[in-house]
């Protein structure tokens, strides 16, 4: 890594360049609950308990990797492309940002409506995706320019869709009057940041030297599931909205 050798002025742009989308979707959700909103120390709170959540994503990964099944999966085949986009990337990372959302869930007085499980659930994952995507703009070094702007079009708007589906359901969940109704939907609070996140990297492992045919249309597949998750996220937004 070529970090420590770079210009303090680059180093700061590389910061800058990997912290800006995270920043605006957090605004963007806040501005989403602009009639309720959250005091500021709490989403402040909220995004640095984020950034905190790659480190125990990190150790849940280790964990995952020490399990014997790994030795029984072929390298470099589609099943352990799917493999580490499921135990390497969505369960450990969805994991860790559960953790924090559960646990600011316990100690926050204003956490008391649905929609705040969406916004402290982003502000989560924007730290997280904030934290990531810097860490990954420094060790690209000299290359980091096209990087940031396809992470930031992709990766960054990618965690927000996964925190949103957590958000959503935590709330349901955690907000509901039913008891067989919050054990019903409580499995979704993880499962369904954990599918889209897993689909999400499985497609972008799989586009590693294919035909170009093959390439393409799974190109063209991963482009309609981003379109589809962020049609279904938004949606999700707009129904909480109506508390």
């Not at 590389?14 to 806040?30: D, E, N, S």
């Not at 924090?100 to 649905?114: G, V």
């Not at 916004?119 to 980091?144: K, Q, T």
């Not at 589906?165 to 008891?179: A, E, N, T």
Request: glycine fraction near 6%; charged fraction near 15%; aromatic fraction near 16%.
């Amino acid at each position: 890594m070529d970090a420590p050798w770079l210009p303090h002025n680059e180093m700061f742009q590389i910061v800058m360049a990997g912290i800006i989308p995270a920043i605006i979707l957090i605004v963007y959700i806040c501005w989403k609950d602009r009639k309720h909103p959250e005091p500021f120390w709490w989403v402040i709170y909220a995004t640095v308990m984020g950034c905190a959540s790659p480190f125990l994503s990190t150790l849940f990964a280790v964990l995952i990797h020490a399990l014997p099944f790994w030795a029984l999966i072929p390298q470099g085949s589609v099943v352990h492309a799917w493999a580490t986009a499921l135990f390497s990337a969505a369960v450990p990372e969805e994991l860790a940002k559960w953790f924090f959302l559960y646990r600011l869930s316990r100690s926050n007085p204003y956490f008391d409506e649905r929609f705040d499980a969406i916004v402290y659930s982003v502000c989560i994952g924007m730290g997280f995706a904030g934290l990531e995507n810097v860490l990954y703009l420094i060790d690209a070094a000299g290359e980091w320019r096209p990087l940031a702007v396809t992470r930031g079009l992709l990766s960054v708007p990618g965690h927000f869709t996964f925190a949103v589906l957590m958000g959503y359901y935590f709330g349901k969940v955690h907000f509901s009057r039913s008891r067989w109704k919050s054990i019903q939907l409580a499995p979704m609070v993880l499962l369904a940041p954990i599918a889209a996140h897993a689909v999400y990297d499985g497609l972008l492992m799989m586009n590693h030297d294919l035909p170009l045919i093959v390439a393409a249309i799974i190109s063209v597949a991963f482009g309609w599931f981003l379109i589809k998750l962020h049609a279904f996220s938004h949606t999700r937004i707009k129904k909480m909205e109506g508390r």
